[in-house]
């Protein structure tokens, strides 16, 4: 996939001084026979690499992801957010993780949902992605109870037993290694804490998934092009939705990761899952 230099170094130069992660320090790794290999969209890539293509994708995109969002899901992006505020159940003065929380839509709801007496995590992998967010939630005047924090959903830096609700949106299908990533969110939650997957999944209805995968892989790259200057990012968005495990799957990786009572609902005819489970 091509990257974009100069608008990747433009970006990395406005960015805040963060502990610095793999994603940045990491060289291009070549495939051998004994690397494991894993999915970057259609491409198979060295696991060690697929966390800098990643980043490189938001470090392009992060600039105008909140437009791209409305333009790409005709603003139903909101709906699907509200189902998940909803099916939540936190409550005043509770602590949450929004993990691969990016530009904050989830961060700012919950801030003013657990009060003074709570508190929210902001955390994402990626400087770029933070930085926007930050700014954004700031200039909206959330702060207070929101701390934000670089971090690898793999290996979350948190304490065991520290969260009531774990929230990941549109960001699982980017990790590496999902299963580990299930089994670190499962650690930091508390006793009868919940994890919410917001995703894109597969539809349904078989017509209404002939004309996603077409708007999906023939629209949305070159509404990208236009807007963001570059199609390839949103070319591996579409592809790497079309990777994601289905409903059922992703059901099983839960339960595979010790969560309980794990159930999804479809919304906009299974285009996006939510799914749900606790830890008990």
């Given at each position: 996939?091509?990257?974009?230099?100069?608008?990747?170094k433009?970006?990395?130069?406005?960015?805040?001084?963060?502990?610095?992660?793999?994603?940045?320090?990491?060289?291009?790794?070549?495939?051998?026979?004994?690397?494991?290999?894993?999915?970057?969209?259609?491409?198979?890539?060295?696991?060690?690499?697929?966390?800098?293509?990643?980043?490189n994708?938001?470090?392009?995109?992060?600039?105008?992801?909140?437009?791209?969002?409305?333009?790409?899901?005709?603003?139903?992006?909101?709906?699907?957010k509200?189902?998940?505020?909803?099916?939540?159940?936190?409550?005043?003065?509770?602590?949450?993780?929004?993990?691969?929380?990016?530009?904050?839509?989830?961060?700012a709801?919950?801030?003013?949902?657990?009060?003074?007496t709570?508190?929210?995590?902001?955390?994402?992998?990626?400087?770029?992605?933070?930085?926007?967010?930050?700014?954004?939630?700031?200039?909206?005047?959330?702060?207070?109870?929101?701390?934000?924090?670089?971090?690898?959903?793999?290996?979350?830096?948190?304490?065991?037993?520290?969260?009531?609700?774990?929230i990941?949106?549109?960001?699982?299908?980017?990790?590496?290694?999902?299963?580990?990533?299930?089994?670190?969110?499962?650690?930091?939650?508390?006793?009868?804490?919940?994890?919410?997957?917001?995703?894109f999944?597969?539809?349904?209805?078989?017509?209404?998934?002939?004309?996603?995968?077409?708007?999906?892989?023939?629209?949305?790259?070159?509404?990208?092009?236009?807007?963001?200057?570059?199609?390839?990012?949103?070319?591996?968005?579409?592809?790497?939705?079309r990777?994601?495990?289905k409903?059922?799957?992703?059901?099983t990786?839960?339960?595979?990761?010790?969560?309980?009572?794990?159930?999804?609902?479809?919304?906009?005819?299974?285009?996006?899952?939510?799914?749900?489970g606790?830890?008990?």
């Amino acid at each position: 996939m091509t990257s974009h230099n100069n608008t990747h170094k433009k970006q990395q130069e406005n960015a805040p001084h963060f502990a610095q992660t793999d994603v940045e320090q990491s060289n291009a790794v070549p495939i051998d026979n004994e690397q494991e290999t894993t999915h970057f969209g259609f491409q198979t890539v060295a696991k060690a690499e697929k966390q800098k293509l990643v980043a490189n994708v938001f470090h392009s995109v992060a600039g105008k992801y909140d437009l791209m969002n409305d333009l790409l899901s005709f603003g139903i992006h909101r709906v699907w957010k509200r189902f998940t505020i909803d099916c939540s159940g936190v409550r005043k003065g509770q602590k949450v993780l929004d993990l691969a929380g990016g530009t904050g839509d989830f961060s700012a709801k919950f801030s003013r949902i657990v009060g003074e007496t709570g508190q929210v995590i902001l955390a994402d992998i990626n400087s770029s992605m933070l930085n926007v967010g930050r700014e954004k939630l700031r200039n909206l005047g959330v702060i207070g109870n929101i701390n934000y924090v670089q971090a690898n959903a793999e290996t979350l830096p948190f304490a065991d037993n520290t969260f009531d609700c774990v929230i990941i949106s549109f960001g699982l299908r980017n990790v590496t290694d999902k299963d580990k990533a299930l089994r670190s969110m499962f650690r930091v939650l508390k006793p009868g804490g919940r994890l919410l997957v917001l995703e894109f999944s597969k539809p349904i209805l078989d017509p209404l998934s002939k004309i996603y995968n077409f708007y999906s892989f023939n629209i949305l790259p070159k509404i990208g092009e236009v807007v963001v200057n570059d199609g390839d990012s949103y070319r591996y968005l579409a592809e790497s939705i079309r990777m994601h495990p289905k409903q059922e799957d992703l059901k099983t990786m839960m339960e595979q990761a010790r969560f309980e009572q794990v159930s999804y609902y479809n919304l906009s005819a299974g285009i996006v899952a939510l799914h749900r489970g606790y830890k008990f």
